[in-house]
Every structure is written in C-alpha cells, then in structure tokens.
C-alpha cells in the first residue's frame, strides 16, 4: 500500500449478507482485482452496515468468513492491496459521527434506497438505516479515495459522500479527497434467469433465478438449461425486447470475451438449448478456479483471521492520520504523545 503514493486511492466495500451471487461476481468482486495495479486498493466486508437489516448474530460472523474468503478467491492479493472487516477498524465509527453532523436529514430521507428500503420494511426503519450513506461517506472519506467502484443503485450514496466531503471542506478548509464513482461498463446488472427484467438477487425465492458462487456444475448447468428467453428463436443481443437472451448473451461475453457480434456469429441459426449450454459451459469453467480457491480459504481460519488482523492494523494506521487531521479542524483538544 505505502509503496507508490502517486496512485489514486480507490475503497470498496461489499456485505456479508447472504450467498454470493454471480451477479455479485461480475458486477462487483470480479473487477476489483483488476484494479490493483493501477491504483492503491482499499477493500473493505463492510458488516456494520449489514445491520441495518436484523440479521443473526452466528449467521452474521458466518458470512463475513465467507465474505472475506471470497474476496481473497477472486483474486484480491493482501500484499498489494489493503483488504479488512469494517468492524476491525473503529476509526469508520469515529469519522462517521463528525460527518453525521455534517448532513441535514433531508438529504437521507430523499436517498431512494432509505425510501425503497423502508417501504418494504415498515417494521424496522431503525436510525441506522437512515444514516447508512453518512457511514458509508466515513468508509470512503477515512482513506481519501478517490475512486469508489459501486453498482448503478449505489451511485447516489457516493454523490452523497461528494457533497459531505465538499461542505466540510468548504467550512473547516482542505481535508477530503473527492471521491467519484465508477461502475463497470459490462455486466453492471445480471439479471434474473427467471425473470430478465429484474436483478438476479440472492433472495430471489425462485431458485434457478440465481447462479450462485457455491453451486456446482450440475446446479449451474440445470439453471442455465431452465433460463427464460423467448419465443422469436434468434440469438440477438437487444436487451429492450429480447432481456432473457441478452442477459445470457451479457454473462457469455464476461466469461469468454468475446463480443456481442462475435457471440450471434457463433450461434447463428443455432436455438437457444445451444446457447444455455454454452453460457453454463463457460460459468462452470470461469468459477471453478475461484471455488476451488474459495473452499481451501474457508477451511482455514488461522489463515483468514491472520490476512484480517493484519489488514486491519494496515487500515487503522493509514486512517488515523486523516482522523486526526478531521478532528484537529473541528476543534477537538489534541493530546501531545497520546
Ligand atoms: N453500500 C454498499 C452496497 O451495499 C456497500 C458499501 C459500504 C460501500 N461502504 C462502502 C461501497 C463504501 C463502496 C464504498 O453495495
């Protein structure tokens, strides 16, 4: 991390709530490895935030394992980048408060994920949810990223965390680094197998709507075998009227590269059984490395608990310095040799 301070800082974060999906995968995890030469990454299984939503405490400490592990199958390198659980470093907490006095309510409660999450949980619109962002601005603003790569539906947080860090610097002078956010051009959304017009998410209550990371060949090939298309037979890419065989189209192109016109090349006058298989074909060779990987991790706890401590110690003394700095600026009594 500390080896070439001309890089960019980029911070991500990813929850540990339920099963990885491969819409997880190729939207999120898989391009946050490619990132880690040309900037200093930041990454970060952020479980603070997953309790927003109740979850159960084993369940929760189950899944951060998982979390974390996953991230170090999809090829996320701890010497190169900084790579910790949210909860390992307070400073997060810390920062959080002063940019909570730094927001007005209104700007959260016009946030469309506190809006749509607390339509569908009347029972528990907790303060938490709420001040989600302003957390989320403390993940970001703490290390001075400058790049954050998040999905589409997480953009409006990041320009959130833009207008905090620009009122702060506007009050108390120069302190935050603008943080922008980058989405990746392909694959941004994988939808539904089943219903192609919607996320694939990992609480779909259909189950061949999601491929998830832990389900072997068999269950991949079946749910591919299973994905709705349509009934026109030709393979297009024309996500408008043809979602269902755009979306297999969108998921061939990550795995194999190759482009839209090289796919309907390839299958021209071919029918959709061929192109399923295909599609699951490649899932299945492109995930097996990263299962494999993923299960050995797992299985090691010493291991995964070591890359976590020291990621932590490495995200504590990196933020510590902006702490100060933020804290020196509002007016806090700093103690010399503290
Ligand atoms: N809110 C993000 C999500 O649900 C996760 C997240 C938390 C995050 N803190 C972050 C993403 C900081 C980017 C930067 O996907």
């Known amino acids: 991390m500390e080896k070439d301070n001309a890089k960019k800082i980029v911070f991500s974060g990813i929850q540990p709530t339920g099963s990885f999906t491969l819409g997880n995968y190729i939207g999120a995890v898989r391009n946050w490895p490619l990132l880690q030469d040309e900037y200093n ?81 009347p029972e528990n619109i907790n303060g938490g949810l709420l001040t989600y962002p302003v957390l989320m601005a403390a993940d970001i603003l703490a290390y001075n990223a400058a790049v954050v790569p998040v999905g589409i539906d997480q953009k409006q947080h990041v320009e959130l965390a833009r207008n905090i860090a620009q009122r702060f610097n506007s009050v108390y002078g120069e302190t935050f680094v603008m943080p922008e956010a980058i989405s990746p051009k392909v694959g941004a959304k994988i939808m539904s197998l089943q219903e192609p017009t919607k996320k694939m998410s990992k609480s779909d209550e259909n189950l061949n709507a999601t491929i998830l990371l832990s389900d072997d060949k068999d269950a991949i090939m079946r749910k591919f075998k299973r994905a709705v298309t349509d009934s026109d037979g030709e393979i297009r890419y024309d996500v408008e009227n043809k979602p269902g065989v755009s979306n297999l189209m969108g998921i061939y192109n990550v795995f194999t590269g190759k482009s839209f016109e090289e796919i309907e090349k390839e299958f021209q006058g071919q029918g959709y059984g061929v192109l399923k298989e ?23 706890k010493a291991y995964l608990e070591g890359v976590m401590k020291d990621g932590a110690m490495k995200a504590q003394r990196y933020s510590q310095r902006i702490l100060d700095k933020v804290y020196r600026k509002v007016g806090f009594v700093q103690l010399k040799n503290k």
């Not at 974390?68 to 959080?96: C, R």
């Open 278 to 300: 295909a599609v699951g074909q490649a899932v299945v060779d492109g995930l097996a490395p990263i299962q494999g990987e993923y299960n050995r991790i797992l299985s090691d």
């Open 41 to 121: 990454c930041i990454y970060s299984v952020v479980d603070q935030h997953a309790l927003t939503v109740r979850q159960d405490p084993a369940t929760l400490r189950k899944r951060t394992y998982e979390a974390f592990a996953m991230l170090l199958a999809s090829g996320i390198d701890p010497e190169k980048s900084m790579l910790f659980v949210q909860s390992h470093n307070p400073i997060h907490s810390q920062l959080n408060w002063i940019l909570a006095c730094n927001v007005q309510y209104g700007e959260l409660t016009r946030m469309t994920q506190f809006k749509d999450k607390s339509a569908k949980h």
